[in-house]
């Protein structure tokens, strides 16, 4: 079984700040992880994943997450956040030896202020 | 990258009526797509798992005979909400996945509601 927290529903930065998304994981094996970014009324982007190999994992619009094994965590930060990053971020973890089909957290909502 | 489609973006239907959404993945062959469902502020739900060829998977609490699923082509599934009532209204997502493990790929969703 697996499970995925995201801690806090509502992000609140100013335009330039650091972003910083959190993401705790559970799962039985080694884990597949996943950002998803949502913009109202659309399906839902990739933004990277992690699968094995380097921790460190470069996704699409400046953003990055860490896979740490010793913290389960798996957090979504950005150095300088921009207006249009605002959305609904979905982290997600799915089982790398059997169904592949990710559980998503609850969500967070990231709000940039001007 | 993967594309995945979705049909009717948006939809309006009296109670009773029955409507179908359809998922396609426009630039590969999905041999798995999946459904979900999504109500407002929260996450998403997994309704069912859809195969090509094969019946589709539903989860626990999913009434198969409600929410009807057919995977005829690696390019396309259908959903078939039948019957529905003012309930079933919500924001339905598919996704795409091109083979077993790899990332899954969502479509635009469709947007349901029941008078």
């Known amino acids: 079984a697996q499970s995925v927290t995201q801690l806090g529903s509502h992000v609140s930065v100013s335009e330039g700040a650091l972003v910083l998304l959190r993401c705790n994981y559970s799962s039985s094996v080694p884990p597949y992880l996943f950002w998803y970014v949502q913009y109202p009324n659309q399906g839902l982007q990739l933004l990277l994943k992690?699968?094995?190999?380097?921790?460190l994992v470069k996704g699409i619009n400046g953003f990055e997450a860490e896979f740490k094994k010793s913290e389960t965590s798996f957090h979504l930060t950005k150095p300088s956040a921009h207006m249009s990053d605002a959305a609904e971020y979905f982290c997600a973890v799915s089982d790398s030896g059997g169904s592949y089909i990710p559980t998503f957290g609850r969500g967070t909502s990231l709000i940039v202020h001007p | 990258g993967a594309v995945v489609s979705q049909h009717p973006s948006r939809v309006i239907c009296k109670s009773g009526t029955s409507v179908k959404i359809e998922c396609r993945s426009l630039d590969f062959q999905a041999t798995t797509m999946f459904w979900y469902r999504q109500f407002p502020k929260q996450s998403l739900m997994l309704m069912a798992t859809s195969n090509e060829g094969s019946k589709a998977t539903y989860e626990q609490g999913v009434e198969k005979d409600k929410f009807l699923i057919n995977h005829a082509s690696l390019t396309l599934s259908t959903l078939t909400v039948t019957s529905a009532h003012p309930e079933d209204s919500s924001f339905y997502i598919c996704s795409a996945s091109p083979g077993l493990g790899e990332t899954q790929y969502f479509g635009p969703g469709t947007r349901l509601l029941v008078l």
């Open positions: 992690y699968t094995t190999g380097a921790t």
